[in-house]
């Protein structure tokens, strides 16, 4: 199953509305919320994602996907629990310890949310199957992390195949999401590898 996570990123505020309905219409599944803090990556939409994450609940039935590009992991997850978003991911990268890692797994499932890592291209994909029976998806960046528009890193569909491999010789319930670089001229590629879960920007 592959299923559309379209990320709102490079949305013009005067047009937001009509933009989220239009969406909407179009079939998307899930508004992908790109949230960044200016430290973790250098670009700052800590308050427009917000902002626009409250326009979509107020005018949309459709889940939203939290991606927290941040350092400070805990405060970003508070501050979106009462959005009730079906999805949230945190960086593996900004995470201190292994301990860190599964205390914010654990607590985003306390709050009725789906749990997800994010891994940035150059993060071996070793770093963090200890962790996928505890996650509802990993999401692959197949460009770096922080900046709209790039293109997508082809050799990433390796990391995504060898992940969906040892998810089915685990048999694990855990969804791949890339997230990057993916538009019509590239989303062929990634279906390729057999991912489950895309996010096209």
Request: glycine share 4%; aromatic share 8%.
């Amino acid at each position: 199953m592959i299923e559309i996570s379209t990320s709102i990123l490079t949305v013009e505020k005067v047009q937001a509305t009509k933009t989220f309905y239009d969406l909407e219409v179009a079939g998307t599944d899930y508004y992908h919320i790109d949230v960044m803090d200016g430290k973790f990556v250098e670009k700052n939409t800590e308050e427009i994602m917000y902002e626009y994450a409250n326009i979509i609940k107020h005018i949309s039935n459709l889940p939203l996907d939290v991606h927290l590009m941040v350092e400070d992991v805990q405060n970003n997850i508070d501050k979106y629990i009462p959005l009730n978003p079906s999805i949230i991911t945190f960086h593996y990268e900004a995470c201190k310890n292994d301990e860190e890692v599964i205390k914010f797994i654990n607590y985003i499932k306390q709050n009725n949310i789906k749990p997800a890592i994010s891994i940035k291209p150059n993060t071996s994909i070793e770093n963090i199957k200890k962790f996928l029976p505890m996650l509802h998806m990993i999401l692959v960046m197949t460009v770096e992390p922080g900046k709209g528009g790039q293109k997508l890193i082809t050799n990433t569909q390796n990391k995504i195949n060898m992940l969906k491999q040892y998810i089915e010789k685990n048999k694990l319930d855990t969804y791949i999401q890339a997230d990057g670089g993916i538009n019509k001229d590239t989303i062929s590629l990634v279906k390729k590898a057999r991912h489950r879960y895309s996010s096209s920007r």
